[in-house]
């Protein structure tokens, strides 16, 4: 497309990623990577990723877990830094990378990818370039700590996977307190702007949260507070489709099971 000033895509592909809803089943994951408690895939990241910079541009990831985000800019030809509190996880990340580095050779060479080791409250401290697009999903809250959850039987038993993130009380996942949790995350990725390219854009993977029968709004309330901040441009929805359905309130009251989440898009508009 000529004048095309987003991405390096042409208009068909373009027009595709705009519907505002996708399926995406995540491929089972490697076994380096299964001691992560909530990865997203690095497919699904690339997709965005080749959607909001294009080649050689460099993307963020605050909360890098272990670093799909860095993995997904690197086959798709962009730079990329990554932030990631747990040094387990930043080290895991730095390893994975290395190894895609070298299955992709020569044509990564020129390209940066780093891993630190820190806390995303402290971003503008790490001395990282001006960045062309954020791409990111933080801690669902202290979800990883529920007792019931579904998901998180499998981990109480196995010795090589996590349960939680960790037990550091800068690890967001660890403040119980909704509101806190809330105001944390808007301070964290609010004080991204003075990082991101004028323009660019900033893509959070989120779902709202289920917990005690009531529904905590997650997505809509980062949505509205971080509009304070940057234009909330759109939502885009990720959907699962291959996920066991499982009988919460069966015979009795409503209680889905949770198969999407938010891709909540917002730019830094100057205006803003
Ligand atoms: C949902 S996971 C991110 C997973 C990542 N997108 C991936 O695919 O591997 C959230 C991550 O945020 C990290 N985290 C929590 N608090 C943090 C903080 N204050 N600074 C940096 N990372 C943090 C956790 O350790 C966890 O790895």
Redesign the pocket.
Request: with cysteine.
């Given at each position: 497309m000529p004048n095309n000033k987003l991405n390096d895509l042409d208009s068909k592909t373009w027009l595709k990623f705009q519907k505002s809803w996708f399926i995406h089943n995540p491929p089972p994951r490697k076994k380096g990577?299964l001691v992560?408690p909530?990865?997203?895939p690095e497919t699904m990241?690339q997709d965005f990723i080749e959607f909001f910079t294009k080649k050689n541009q460099i993307v963020l990831?605050?909360?890098?877990?272990?670093?799909?985000?860095l993995i997904a800019a690197l086959r798709a030809g962009r730079n990329s830094y990554g932030?990631?509190?747990?040094p387990k996880?930043a080290e895991i990340a730095e390893q994975i990378i290395k190894d895609e580095r070298s299955a992709l050779g020569k044509q990564v060479k020129a390209l940066k990818s780093r891993i630190i080791n820190?806390?995303?409250?402290k971003a503008v401290n790490y001395k990282l370039p001006t960045v062309d697009y954020v791409l990111?999903?933080?801690?669902?809250w202290d979800m990883l700590h529920a007792k019931g959850a579904e998901t998180q039987k499998k981990r109480r038993t196995s010795a090589d996977m996590d349960v939680f993130?960790?037990d550091d009380p800068?690890?967001?996942?660890n403040i119980h307190d909704y509101e806190k949790f809330l105001e944390m995350l808007v301070e964290?990725y609010a004080g991204l702007k003075p990082l991101l390219r004028e323009r660019a854009y900033l893509t959070i993977i989120v779902k709202n949260i289920k917990k005690g029968g009531k529904i905590y709004p997650l997505a809509w309330d980062l949505a509205r507070e971080l509009s304070n901040v940057y234009t909330l441009k759109d939502e885009k929805l990720w959907l699962q489709d291959n996920q066991p359905l499982a009988p919460f309130g069966l015979g009795s009251a409503w209680v889905s099971n949770t198969f999407h989440h938010y891709c909540l898009q917002f730019r830094n508009d100057p205006e803003n």
């Amino acid at each position: 497309m000529p004048n095309n000033k987003l991405n390096d895509l042409d208009s068909k592909t373009w027009l595709k990623f705009q519907k505002s809803w996708f399926i995406h089943n995540p491929p089972p994951r490697k076994k380096g990577v299964l001691v992560h408690p909530a990865k997203f895939p690095e497919t699904m990241a690339q997709d965005f990723i080749e959607f909001f910079t294009k080649k050689n541009q460099i993307v963020l990831d605050p909360m890098a877990g272990t670093g799909s985000t860095l993995i997904a800019a690197l086959r798709a030809g962009r730079n990329s830094y990554g932030i990631e509190l747990n040094p387990k996880y930043a080290e895991i990340a730095e390893q994975i990378i290395k190894d895609e580095r070298s299955a992709l050779g020569k044509q990564v060479k020129a390209l940066k990818s780093r891993i630190i080791n820190g806390d995303a409250l402290k971003a503008v401290n790490y001395k990282l370039p001006t960045v062309d697009y954020v791409l990111t999903s933080p801690p669902y809250w202290d979800m990883l700590h529920a007792k019931g959850a579904e998901t998180q039987k499998k981990r109480r038993t196995s010795a090589d996977m996590d349960v939680f993130y960790s037990d550091d009380p800068k690890d967001l996942g660890n403040i119980h307190d909704y509101e806190k949790f809330l105001e944390m995350l808007v301070e964290i990725y609010a004080g991204l702007k003075p990082l991101l390219r004028e323009r660019a854009y900033l893509t959070i993977i989120v779902k709202n949260i289920k917990k005690g029968g009531k529904i905590y709004p997650l997505a809509w309330d980062l949505a509205r507070e971080l509009s304070n901040v940057y234009t909330l441009k759109d939502e885009k929805l990720w959907l699962q489709d291959n996920q066991p359905l499982a009988p919460f309130g069966l015979g009795s009251a409503w209680v889905s099971n949770t198969f999407h989440h938010y891709c909540l898009q917002f730019r830094n508009d100057p205006e803003n």
